[in-house]
């Protein structure tokens, strides 16, 4: 069932003050972003041939002091085997160097919005398609169906379980445009009804593959591609003197 929702923000403590809390969400954004393994510090993933698992420590022998080196792994999208990796991390790479800021729309309260959250029996797995695998896609566990109408159009979203966390990946209009091209990022807050969550579009952000093309973030399907402009949250990375991220 399909619960209309209006642009009417959740009721909050009188104490709280959204914007503040929003201008300190940005703040904490730039940071992780620049830290030593952010997003913008990401500047290799290599993958070991099928059955290796590789040795991160004599990885990191010979790297500069700025560069850290962790582990990954995945599933082969052929035979299903697990695949091992290294993720090479560098603090002085040129785009944590260039990068300025992220740029965003206008705090808008009335892009927080109420929605109904039907958890699904049992590990229920959606495909969702790749932006590196070349159409390919893989499965994630959506433990639950989020309902809204937003203008006039009842949705039903998908979100997958993003360690313990639900993650929104959704499309509107302004990507390609005023936003990252392959969608954004939305964390979804549940409530004290576990009926209910919580969907504050102003804390959109853009995707890890929009400040390194080393991720290989999963795209929004169908069903998370919303009819209107969602004018609200991260917009577009900023690099100073020219650089190109080339994302």
């Known amino acids: 069932m399909s619960t209309a929702v209006s642009h009417s923000a959740p009721e909050r403590a009188s104490s709280v003050d ?30 070991a041939p099928a059955g290796e698992v590789p040795d991160a420590a004599a990885a990191r022998e010979g790297q500069p002091d700025s560069v850290t080196v962790t582990t990954l792994r995945r ?24 990068f300025d800021r992220v740029d965003t729309f206008p705090y808008d309260p009335a892009w927080v919005l109420e929605a109904s959250y039907t958890p699904v029996p049992g590990a229920r797995r959606l495909a969702f398609e790749h932006i590196r695998d070349n159409g390919g896609s893989r499965d994630l566990v959506v433990p639950g169906d989020i309902t809204l109408t937003v203008d006039g159009r009842a949705y039903t979203l998908s979100a997958f379980d993003d360690d313990g966390t639900l993650l929104l990946v959704f499309g509107d209009p302004t990507n390609g445009d005023s936003t990252y091209g392959a ?17 504050d579009f102003n804390r959109a952000f853009v995707p890890p593959c929009g400040f390194s093309d080393q991720y290989n973030c999963p795209m929004p ?27």
Do not use: I, M, Y
């Not at 954004?184 to 919580?198: G, N």
């Open 18 to 47: 959204p914007a503040e809390e929003w201008d300190a969400w940005r703040a904490e954004r730039h940071r992780a972003l620049t830290s030593p393994t952010g997003n913008l510090a990401l500047a290799e993933t290599r993958w």
């Open 75 to 98: 599933t082969d999208l052929v035979t299903g085997e697990d695949e091992h990796g290294l993720r090479f991390w560098d603090a002085d790479a040129p785009a944590v160097r260039h």
């Open 183 to 199: 969608g954004r990022f939305l964390f979804v807050r549940r409530t004290d009804d576990e009926s209910r969550v919580v969907l």
């Open 221 to 247: 399907p169908r069903q998370n591609r919303f009819h209107l402009p969602v004018e609200a949250g991260e917009k577009l990375p900023f690099f100073r003197d020219g650089f190109d991220a080339q994302h």
